[in-house]
C-alpha cells in the first residue's frame, strides 16, 4: 500500500487511504539566465546563474470517505513542506503547496488530487552531523552541492574556511550560520538572528567531493550538518 508522510503525518493511518499516482518526477534543471546566438558558434549559447528551477507535479490518493481529503489537505503548510514517499523512503523532498481538488471515484470513494511545486533535489535523510575539533575534509557524496548548516563554539574574532569560501565572524560562546537557499542568515548563541557577527566572506556551498575545513582563531568545535543532496 502506497502512502506520504507529509510534515511528519503518515497518510497510511487513514484508513484504506492510498495513493495511486505520485505525479512525474524531474531532474533538476539548471535556471537559465540568459540565452544567445553567436556568430560562428554551433547551437544556442546558454549563461546559466548556478541555481535551479522548481517544477509542478500533482499527486492522487484514494480515499473512501467524504471526511478524508480534509485530513490530508490540512497537513500542507503553504510553503516549505516536508515530504517522504513511501517507494522511497530514506529521502526527503520539499514543495510549497499549489492547490487540491477531490471527485467521486466509482461508488465507494473520493479521488483527492494534490498539486505542488517541488523544489528541484532529493535530500538524504538522518544525515549524522560531522563534527571537527581540528582541520579536516568534508566529503560531499551528493550529485549537487549542498548548502549546509554549521555550528561553531568559540569566542572572539574566528574565521571558518570550507573549499574556497573563507567567512570571518566575531562571536560568543556560539553561531550558527544557515546557508540554505533563502534562509541564509546568521543566529547566536540564543537563537536569535545576528547577521552582524559576520564580518565579510560569503555563505558556504559544499561542492560534490573533498572540501577542505579550517579555522583560525579560539575555536573549540566545529558541527556540520551538510544536507546531502541529489539531482534526482
Not at 511528519?8 to 535556471?31: H, M, Q, R, Y
Amino acid at each position: 500500500m502506497e502512502y506520504m508522510i507529509i510534515n511528519g503525518f503518515n497518510t497510511s493511518t487513514i484508513l484504506k487511504c492510498v495513493v495511486t499516482d505520485f505525479g512525474e518526477v524531474e531532474a533538476a534543471k539548471p535556471k537559465v539566465s540568459e540565452t544567445a546566438t553567436l556568430f560562428g558558434v554551433n547551437g544556442n549559447y546558454r549563461v546559466l546563474d548556478g541555481a535551479y528551477e522548481s517544477y509542478e507535479r500533482t499527486f492522487a490518493f484514494y480515499l473512501p470517505r467524504t471526511v478524508d481529503p480534509s485530513k490530508i489537505v490540512e497537513r500542507f503548510q503553504p510553503n516549505d513542506n516536508t515530504l517522504e514517499f513511501s517507494y522511497q523512503l530514506g529521502s526527503l523532498f520539499y514543495a510549497d503547496f499549489v492547490s487540491a481538488k477531490y471527485k467521486p471515484q466509482g461508488m465507494h470513494g473520493w479521488k483527492l488530487e494534490i498539486k505542488l511545486s517541488m523544489q528541484p533535489f532529493r535530500y538524504q535523510k538522518d544525515v549524522a552531523p560531522l563534527i571537527f575539533t581540528a582541520s579536516g575534509n568534508v566529503n560531499n557524496p551528493g550529485s549537487v552541492y549542498s548548502e549546509p548548516v554549521i555550528e561553531i563554539e568559540g569566542d572572539g574574532d574566528i574565521s571558518l574556511t570550507i573549499g574556497r569560501t573563507i567567512m570571518h565572524l566575531t562571536i560568543r560562546r556560539k553561531v550558527t550560520i544557515d546557508c540554505r537557499h533563502k534562509k541564509q542568515n546568521i543566529y547566536n548563541a540564543d537563537g536569535a538572528v545576528q547577521n552582524t557577527l559576520r564580518k565579510r566572506g560569503g555563505f558556504f556551498e559544499l561542492a560534490v567531493g573533498n572540501n577542505g575545513l579550517v579555522f583560525t582563531g579560539a575555536v573549540r568545535k566545529v558541527i556540520v550538518r551538510p544536507n546531502w543532496r541529489y539531482i534526482l
